[in-house]
């Protein structure tokens, strides 16, 4: 089954539409905040550290930060490099593929900017007309 269905998705395009796409899996990850966060903060900033990418992005817990690097950088969107030094030092910086993705979060993260203030309205809006 499962080589029947690599081989059904080899022969069309993908589309993530169909829920067996494996696009949608990578719509999960770049779809997901803190993943959109780190891929700006390093397209701004380059190459960081694990320490600076934790202090530029507020509210991030170890936990996800960590989590959101390791699935950025298996689906080959950042690379992490390890210095040996006392104390050992990582840093992370988009690959290619990561700056090909960079513009399109980029005006996503400034049209939420831009934009929040009607959200609000609109979500205030909402709330009063549906609070019965």
């Given at each position: 089954?499962?080589?029947q269905l690599?081989?059904?998705?080899?022969?069309?395009?993908?589309?993530?539409?169909?829920?067996?796409?494996p696009?949608?899996?990578?719509?999960?990850t770049?779809?997901?905040?803190?993943?959109?966060?780190?891929?700006?903060?390093?397209?701004?900033?380059?190459?960081?550290?694990?320490?600076?990418?934790?202090?530029?992005?507020?509210?991030?817990?170890?936990?996800?930060?960590t989590?959101?690097?390791?699935?950025?950088e298996?689906?080959?969107?950042?690379?992490?490099?390890?210095?040996?030094?006392?104390?050992?030092?990582?840093?992370?910086?988009?690959?290619?593929?990561?700056h090909?993705?960079?513009?399109t979060?980029r005006?996503?993260?400034?049209?939420?900017?831009?934009?929040?203030?009607?959200?609000d309205e609109?979500?205030?809006?909402?709330?009063?007309?549906?609070?019965?």
């Amino acid at each position: 089954m499962t080589t029947q269905l690599t081989t059904q998705l080899a022969e069309q395009p993908y589309d993530a539409f169909n829920a067996l796409c494996p696009s949608r899996r990578l719509l999960d990850t770049i779809g997901d905040k803190w993943a959109s966060l780190v891929i700006v903060a390093l397209g701004v900033h380059g190459r960081l550290r694990y320490s600076e990418l934790s202090n530029r992005i507020a509210g991030v817990s170890q936990k996800m930060l960590t989590q959101t690097l390791r699935n950025l950088e298996r689906d080959g969107l950042l690379t992490r490099t390890v210095t040996p030094s006392v104390p050992v030092r990582t840093d992370y910086e988009l690959t290619p593929l990561g700056h090909s993705l960079l513009e399109t979060l980029r005006h996503l993260k400034n049209w939420a900017e831009e934009h929040m203030p009607e959200v609000d309205e609109a979500r205030a809006n909402y709330d009063a007309r549906n609070s019965e």
